[in-house]
């Protein structure tokens, strides 16, 4: 029996989508993943996701001219807000 490391939930680029469940990234598992290494520096991880969702919003724009993406900040920032 082979026994094979686990596949990251990580962005598989350029079509953004996660290497390990195929869902659009960020992903619920990277999402928290994200927010567990994060955790004392929301500022750096929504600058870090702003600085991500410029590259795919550009790459699937690329891919799909005709379609230019939608919900890129729902998808990328909303989420990892802090909650007051």
Known sequence: MVVRPPVPHVAM?????CRNCGREWPCQPAKLALLTEYRTD???LL???G???YE?????GQLHPEHPP??????F????????
């Open 13 to 17: 680029r350029p079509l953004w989508r």
């Open 42 to 44: 929301r500022t750096g």
């Open 47 to 49: 600058v870090y996701l």
């Open 51 to 53: 600085t991500l969702m």
């Open 56 to 60: 795919a919003t550009n790459q699937l």
């Open 70 to 75: 939608a919900r890129m900040t729902e998808r």
């Open 77 to 84: 920032l909303s989420w990892a807000r802090a909650r007051g």
